[in-house]
């Protein structure tokens, strides 16, 4: 079977980079493949396969109502409409604190990261930007929920849950959850033009509201691998996680038909799935189509850089291809 890829050529700083089918690491600029690098919102890819996970399990329903799942004190924050399908979807109708000049101010000084309170509170969640499954948003708020509905149903937080059902059962080497800024002592991270110091002291990992994971480039290969192989979900599973709700032409990304499942962005024409994530210090992006999977991990800020690349590669028709 032909590779996914043979050789990168990149003017990114710092890449760990996966073929899938060759299962050879192409390294560029002195990365370190063994080190983990921050994914953040491929992070939410992670939390949808462990919420179908416990679907399967009969744990938790994801066409119930959302806020059957969570405390009182956080239920209160939701409409009995929203259902858990809608939150790994992004037609909940849920805000976002992305678009929040408080939330960057906060973020670029240092400051610790905001309670489950103070999120839903400042970006006004009660009030929908429309009625549950009549749009798409997305929503970091979403999946903050979902990553509460999970370690509630579960009974575990998500660094024990995602190392019972994932970490040791994939035999991952080097992932982790980031859950405060000692762990960043771990991971390897880029330094960040829009914080005002460095990246390990004082980016509070709380800011990606729903969980961070790190992982090294082979790990987040292995995931995705398992995912499409049918070795984490079952076939009916994985069916709802792809899923599409189409969406309109995105100028600048490199999705011919943007689209996106239940925690997994994808290109509806190419049938390409996966997601891109990006923060302070690094970028990442993870895409599969047709048996391979092509990892981009980097210690750059761009992500589109990264997701344009990661894309690249299955538009590649030879053997020993450049990008």
Same mark, same amino acid.
């Given at each position: 079977?032909?590779?996914?890829l043979?050789?990168?050529?990149?003017?990114?700083?710092?890449?760990?980079?996966?073929?899938?089918? $060759?299962?050879?690491?192409?390294?560029?600029n002195?990365?370190?493949?063994?080190?983990?690098?921050?994914?953040?919102?491929?992070?939410?890819? +992670?939390?949808?396969?462990?919420?179908?996970?416990?679907?399967? !399990?009969?744990?938790?329903?994801? @066409?119930? !109502?959302?806020?059957?799942?969570?405390?009182?004190?956080?239920?209160? *924050?939701? =409409?009995?409409?929203?259902? +858990?399908?809608?939150?790994?979807?992004?037609?909940?109708?849920?805000?976002?604190?992305?678009?929040?000049?408080? *939330?960057?101010?906060?973020?670029?000084?240092?400051?610790?990261?905001?309670?489950? @309170?103070? *999120?839903?509170?400042?970006?006004?969640?009660?009030? &929908?930007? %429309?009625?549950?499954?009549?749009?798409?948003? *997305?929503?970091?708020?979403?999946?903050? +929920?979902?990553?509460?509905?999970?370690?509630?149903?579960?009974?575990?937080?998500? !660094?024990?849950?995602?190392?019972?059902?994932? %970490?040791?059962?994939?035999?991952? =080497?080097?992932?982790?959850?980031?859950?405060?800024?000692?762990?960043?002592?771990?991971?390897?991270?880029?330094?960040?033009? $829009?914080?005002e110091?460095?990246?390990?002291?004082?980016?509070?990992?709380?800011?990606?509201?729903?969980?961070?994971?790190?992982?090294?480039? /082979?790990? #987040?290969?292995?995931?995705?691998?398992?995912? %499409? /192989?049918?070795?984490?979900?079952? /076939?009916?599973?994985?069916q709802?996680?792809?899923?599409?709700?189409?969406?309109?032409?995105?100028e600048?990304?490199? %999705?011919?038909?943007?689209?996106?499942g #239940?925690?997994?962005?994808?290109?509806?024409?190419?049938? +390409?799935?996966?997601?891109?994530?990006?923060?302070?210090?690094?970028?990442?992006?993870?895409?599969?189509?047709?048996?391979?999977?092509?990892?981009?991990?980097?210690?750059?800020? @761009?992500? &589109?850089?990264?997701?344009?690349?990661?894309?690249?590669?299955?538009?590649?028709t030879? $053997?020993?291809?450049?990008?």
């Open positions: 079977m032909t590779p996914a043979l050789t990168l050529a990149t003017s990114l700083p710092t890449v760990a980079g996966v073929a899938a089918q $060759s299962g050879r690491e192409i390294i560029a002195n990365a370190d493949p063994d080190r983990p690098f921050a994914v953040y919102s491929i992070s939410k890819t +992670i939390l949808a396969i462990l919420t179908l996970q416990l679907n399967e !399990a009969g744990r938790l329903v994801i @066409d119930n !109502a959302a806020r059957r799942y969570l405390s009182a004190s956080q239920a209160r *924050y939701l =409409s009995p409409e929203i259902t +858990i399908r809608q939150l790994m979807g992004h037609t909940s109708g849920l805000p976002d604190y992305g678009p929040l000049p408080e *939330y960057h101010t906060a973020v670029r000084q240092g400051q610790r990261a905001w309670s489950f @309170d103070e *999120y839903m509170e400042r970006t006004q969640a009660t009030t &929908l930007l %429309f009625p549950p499954g009549d749009g798409w948003s *997305y929503s970091n708020i979403g999946y903050m +929920i979902l990553k509460h509905i999970v370690e509630t149903t579960a009974d575990q937080p998500l !660094a024990e849950l995602s190392a019972e059902r994932l %970490f040791v059962p994939l035999e991952f =080497s080097g992932s982790l959850v980031v859950k405060e800024r000692a762990d960043w002592r771990r991971v390897s991270i880029g330094r960040s033009d $829009s914080l110091g460095e990246v390990r002291e004082i980016y509070d990992p709380g800011w990606v509201a729903h969980g961070l994971f790190a992982m090294t480039a /082979s790990d #987040l290969l292995a995931l995705f691998q398992a995912l %499409f /192989s049918g070795r984490l979900l079952k /076939s009916e599973s994985l709802q996680m792809c899923m599409l709700h189409r969406l309109p032409f995105i600048g990304r490199p %999705f011919q038909q943007p689209a996106y #239940l925690g997994l962005m994808a290109d509806a024409q190419r049938q +390409i799935f996966g997601h891109t994530g990006g923060g302070p210090g690094s970028t990442a992006a993870a895409y599969h189509k047709d048996g391979k999977t092509a990892v981009i991990l980097t210690n750059d800020e @761009d992500s &589109l850089k990264a997701e344009k690349l990661g894309i690249a590669l299955f538009d590649s030879n $053997s020993d291809h450049e990008v």
